[in-house]
């Protein structure tokens, strides 16, 4: 199997040269893609310097208006134009571990989606307050019943995606801009019947720098869902 590796970016320059490095450590035949939302800090420096390193490192750097949304349906057409066969996804912060890729890849072909979930037995999530894990519970229950799927850990950013089931999916037809990219593309797969596993991971307090979730983001993230649901099948093909 030929992973593509999508890394999100915006001002993870405390980050991004130790996840690239650790993403390539990886033994995998792979490619790495960042799409960076035209950082205002070192990242894309950073960035620039690993490419004359790693041959199969790729860069897109977004102009106009920023989102996770929008940088992850330009990843998705990306990859559907590339000759990968794995999608996987995760974020730069190292709340999610690179390690835990080689372990996702050995669900395939058995199932189409696999989910890193820090909300099933064995799953966790370490550094973060009562009030963090009490939003991410909660969030999950509204989207669970928005959505109406039976997905513990919904709002999970670390997933591996199999190249049949995201042909089957219509990405000029999303509407994600912020992080509801997330649930849009799962209710995708749920949509066009995907096997789906969750498989416990351990989710850590962001290496370095600072989250860009905040209430205004989750509230129109929650409205997001809601035109989602409504919109139904629309983004299949």
């Known amino acids: 199997?030929?992973?593509?590796?999508?890394?999100?970016?915006?001002?993870?320059?405390?980050?991004?040269?130790?996840?690239?490095?650790?993403?390539?450590?990886?033994?995998?035949?792979?490619?790495?893609?960042?799409?960076?939302?035209?950082?205002?800090?070192?990242?894309?420096?950073?960035?620039?310097?690993?490419?004359?390193?790693?041959?199969?490192?790729k860069l897109i750097v977004r102009t106009g208006k920023r989102g996770r949304g929008l940088a992850g349906r330009l990843a998705l057409k990306y990859f559907i134009k590339s000759d990968n066969d794995i999608f996987?996804?995760?974020?730069?912060?190292?709340?999610?571990?690179?390690?835990?890729?080689?372990?996702?890849?050995?669900?395939?072909?058995i199932y189409d989606v696999i989910i890193g979930s820090r909300l099933i037995d064995q799953g966790i999530e370490e550094g973060r307050n009562k009030i963090r894990r009490f939003i991410t519970l909660f969030a999950n229950f509204i989207i669970r019943?928005?959505?109406?799927?039976?997905?513990?850990?919904?709002?999970?950013?670390?997933?591996?995606?199999?190249?049949?089931t995201l042909k089957k999916l219509n990405f000029d037809n999303f509407i994600s801009i912020n992080p509801e990219i997330v649930e849009e593309l799962l209710y995708g797969c749920v949509l066009c019947k995907a096997r789906i596993r969750e498989i416990p991971i351990t989710y850590y307090k962001r290496l370095g720098g600072k989250s860009k979730l905040n209430f205004k983001k989750l509230l129109l993230v929650l409205i997001g869902i809601v035109k989602i649901r409504l919109r139904g099948k629309i983004i299949l093909r």
Not at 20 to 40: G, Q
Not at 97 to 106: A, Q, V, W
Not at 153 to 162: L, M, P, W
């Open 145 to 164: 019943n928005i959505l109406g799927i039976n997905i513990k850990d919904c709002t999970s950013g670390f997933r591996a995606f199999k190249r049949e």
């Open 88 to 109: 996987v996804e995760l974020d730069a912060d190292f709340s999610h571990h690179p390690r835990y890729i080689p372990e996702f890849l050995k669900y395939f072909p």
């Open 1 to 57: 199997m030929k992973i593509l590796i999508f890394l999100p970016t915006y001002n993870e320059e405390e980050n991004i040269g130790k996840m690239i490095d650790t993403v390539n450590r990886l033994n995998l035949d792979k490619e790495i893609l960042i799409v960076d939302d035209n950082s205002a800090d070192e990242t894309i420096k950073i960035i620039n310097e690993k490419l004359k390193q790693i041959k199969d490192l």
